[in-house]
């Protein structure tokens, strides 16, 4: 069965940093593109970054970009969201999506948590 676990949120102080995780089981990541979207209360999912699930140049938001880095360990079947010079408004849940390149499949993870806060 297909599975998108992520790990690594929790609660950190503006300016602080945090490293996602999201493992993937029951099917290769590099056959899929590995995105990161977030959810904060009140608005919409927004698409934070993507990654080719084999590598291959990242993309992001302009409201992330040179702040996260999304990298890709096809050995460790994991895609990982590096998130520096945290703000207020990063604070949201995180979600790990997997789309394959075959549009065959569409998965999701069960969100992380990310609060930024004194």
């Known amino acids: 069965q297909a599975q998108l676990v992520e790990s690594g949120g929790g609660s950190v102080q503006p300016g602080g940093s945090l490293r996602l995780s999201c493992a993937a089981s029951g099917f290769l990541a590099s056959s899929a593109a590995m995105s990161w979207y977030r959810k904060a209360p009140g608005k919409d999912r927004e698409w934070v970054a993507s990654i080719s699930g084999s590598g291959g140049a990242p993309n992001y938001a302009i409201s992330v970009e040179g702040r996260f880095t999304i990298s890709v360990d096809v050995a460790r079947n994991t895609v990982y969201l590096q998130m520096n010079a945290l703000k207020y408004e990063d604070t949201a849940v995180y979600y790990c999506?997997?789309?394959?390149?075959?549009?065959?499949?569409?998965?999701w993870g069960q969100g992380t948590q990310v609060t930024v806060s004194w």
């Open positions: 999506n997997a789309y394959s390149n075959s549009g065959t499949f569409d998965y």
